[in-house]
């Protein structure tokens, strides 16, 4: 792998050299372009529900509005007024997104765009891969969601786009809160869960701290099952005066429900005619592991013009989990078939390292942006026991007696070793080239080198050893027709290596995606940003997995085409209102492969989906100030299968909530009751099989607390 260092190593050493070539002096020159001043901590990149500015999609953060790509930001104030928990919760505001496969809910999987699943690589923190299954906790600050490929800038992902959490950094102004929440999951008993989230400078010496606590405890809201958490995440900043240096670490445990969910009756099309709160496994059904994380992150400024960002993060995820997993149904009598399996120890690895150089040069009189950067991501997991057990008999949705299926400690050697790494190394450059103070041009290209292992069994078999390498370009240009309005155009592409790790098949094809996105943009008055797009995205060898024989098998469709149109509105209407609206059009099709009937679509992409929600300022009442706010969530209906055997029925999820801002003895003091669900619909997210279809939470009242000190 010495071949894929090298291009991170030339591009890491071209960062260094470049800007004390290109003008380290002193003072710039009269003719050179001055950046705006780094903001360490002031200018937001959200106001209110308003997104402004984001680094997604050129490594220095820049308005949303000279962007020639579609960006969404889920701002901290819409992440607290709803509430959200989960990376479901925040993603439901940003159009063209829906649940997918999430592995019995113990996994973030999200189609964007019609593309994607768990495990895809395109869920990232802070701009880094991390192999933590669920992304989103309480060290969270805002989301940004890149739409389209985003291979330029992130590498192997998929043509639908990545999502980027962003968390909260050390702060140089002292903040301390303290969080409690009761849900009525838990019937106030095991309902509830604590934050602490601390910051501030230490002395006067420029180091600033942040140390986040988390602890979550709530009963599972169907019929057995406990959610636990815990999590810890210190961080420390250095602000020099042309340097900054952050440095953090995070370790949590997990315990959760594996719930494979419901099963739609091949008879009826329908779900079965059993409570959404009773489950067809047994109570071993869990998965408990750890995550831990740690990374470096260094800030440095050249000059007015040229700065410089690396950033390495570690991440490691292990887990166990036990199930007992419906494999076949028999609708005329109710009686399924059941298997118990399990996975011990399994263990994720992934280092990521990412060097980005940008700045401003006038070079023949036209003002370009720069960003040349070098990334190099290695990936390993090994799933060591893979246990099943024989099919069982005897258990009858409609008469369930649990605890007749013990768990299995049956290991299947040619089933176990599950091992695959994925190392890449890649250099990109790309330049944003002002032709006009109203017009630029975006040109850029990434050549992307990758190497791929993977196999199982005892004596182990090697299925995949791969290698190779891609140049990725990427073109655009965008026209401000007001300063606060532009239209824009982009061609993107994107490559990602498929992995046959759980079947020996060989090698599978890598996914090649093209898309081509037209589209508007424009910061309105009372501070509102409003987006429109258009999208064609072409995409050969998607993969895609199905369930055969309760074995989940990987493949890929030869080529599937995907078109769509979003709208996305946020910010404030009036003074006292502000909004949070999106909607997506998605026309999804397979148009040549040799299983898959063409026209088909693939599992769990709505061809209509979006979400309003409305907040209410009132102002002062009494000793505080009342806000509220109410909101719906659609998704129309859509294929549970890629056979599209069966179609998942669309829903609507109405939510709302109140908060009161007061004061406790001088400190700040918010009250907050959220209602998620509020007519308490049974609603499907998201199924791989009519076997294995999820079920939506149902009413749920969150009582929050958050007290500063």
Known sequence: MTSLRRPLLAMTSLACAWPLAAGAQTQAPADTVVLDEIRVQGESATRGYQPLRSSVAGGAEKPLVDIPQSVTVVSPQVLRDQAARSLDDALANVAGVVQANTLGGTQDAFAKRGFGDNRDGSIMRDGLRVAAPRAFDATAERVEVLKGPATLLFGIVDPGGMVNIVTKKPELTARNTIETRMSSFGGGKNGGGTTIDMTGPIGQSGFAYRLIGDVQTSDYWREYGMNRTRMLAPSLTYFGPDTTIRVYAQYSQYKVPFDRGTIFDPATGRAVRVSSRHRFDERYNVTEGENQLAGIEFDHRFNANWSLKAHYAYSHNWYNDNQARVIAYNSATGAVTRRADATQDSNLDVHALRVDLTGREKLFGFTNEFLI????????????????????????????????????????????????????????????????????????????????????????????????????????????????????????????????????????????????????????????????????????????????????????????????????????????????????????????????????????????????????????????????????????????????????????????????????NGHPLDLQLNVKNLFDKVYYPSAVNNLNVAVGEPFQALLTARLGF
Request: glycine letters at 10%; a neutral charge.
């Open 373 to 664: 950067g070098a990334s190099y991501d290695y990936s390993k997991v090994i799933r060591t026991d893979l246990i099943r057990s024989a099919n069982a008999t005897g258990f009858n949705i409609y008469r369930p007696v649990h605890g007749r299926l013990a768990a299995s400690r049956n290991v299947v050697a040619s089933d176990s070793d599950q091992t695959e790494r994925l190392e890449t190394a890649s250099a990109y450059i790309q330049d944003t080239l002002w032709l006009t103070d109203q017009l630029s041009l975006v040109g850029g290209a990434r050549i992307q080198a990758f190497d791929q292992y993977a196999g199982r069994g005892r004596p182990f078999s090697v299925n995949t050893d791969i290698s190779g390498n891609k140049v990725i370009p990427r073109a655009g240009i965008l026209y401000k027709l007001t300063p606060a309005v532009s239209v824009y155009a982009s061609y993107t592409e994107s490559f990602k290596p498929n992995s046959s790790i759980s079947q020996a098949i060989g090698a599978l094809p890598p996914e090649e995606g093209k898309s081509y996105e037209v589209g508007a943009k424009a910061e309105l008055p009372f501070g509102l940003t409003a987006t429109a797009a258009i999208f064609d995205i072409d995409k050969r060898n998607v993969l895609y997995t199905e369930t055969v024989g309760g074995t989940t098998i990987a493949r890929t469709a030869g080529r599937v085409r995907s078109r769509g149109a979003e709208f996305e509105l946020a910010g404030n209407l009036t003074e006292q209102l502000s909004i949070a609206a999106n909607y997506a059009y998605t026309d999804l099709k397979v148009s040549d492969d040799p299983t898959l009937a063409p026209g088909s679509s693939l599992p769990n992409v709505a061809r209509n989906s979006g979400a309003l929600f409305l907040t209410y300022d009132f102002g002062q009442l009494g000793p505080g100030r009342l806000r509220a706010g109410a909101g719906a969530r659609y998704v129309g209906r859509r294929p549970g299968d890629a056979a599209n055997s069966f179609y998942l029925p669309e829903y609507t999820v109405a939510d709302l909530f109140v908060s009161y801002e007061t004061r406790l």
